[in-house]
């Protein structure tokens, strides 16, 4: 819970959660607490912070952390440029068809090759 007294403290509401434009996510849409003129500059900070994340490792589309808390829960974080490339989902569901359809090639060229043997 937040300390009242602390003004360092970020408010928001979650004004909507929405399909992503790709339908592969979501997009969360923020409302910060309107005495919280600091919290829109600290998460316009943040955001500065994941581009120069993203720079530093010289990221072309998306990186994953890995984040641990104090409990020891673990949860990764994907930060991904916008309008940038693919998203992690996308290039798996990609992967993964185009795995589909050597596997078919492969095994048609398997039966086309023991129909050969047989001549």
Do not use: W
Request: proline share 3%; net charge negative; glycine share 4%.
């Amino acid at each position: 819970m937040p300390d009242e007294n602390k003004k360092d403290d970020i408010r928001f509401d979650v004004a909507e959660i929405r399909p992503d434009k790709d339908g592969h996510g979501v997009e969360i849409a923020l409302d910060l607490s309107p005495s919280s003129s600091a919290g829109k500059e600290q998460i316009q900070m943040m955001a500065q912070n994941f581009l120069e994340v993203l720079n530093e490792i010289h990221a072309v589309n998306y990186a994953e952390m890995s984040l641990q808390s104090k409990d020891g829960k673990r949860v990764i974080v994907t930060l991904q440029r916008q309008d940038e490339g693919k998203t992690p989902h996308q290039l798996r569901t990609e992967a993964e068809a185009e795995r589909d359809a050597l596997k078919v090639e492969c095994e048609l060229l398997k039966q086309e090759l023991a129909t050969i043997k047989t001549v």
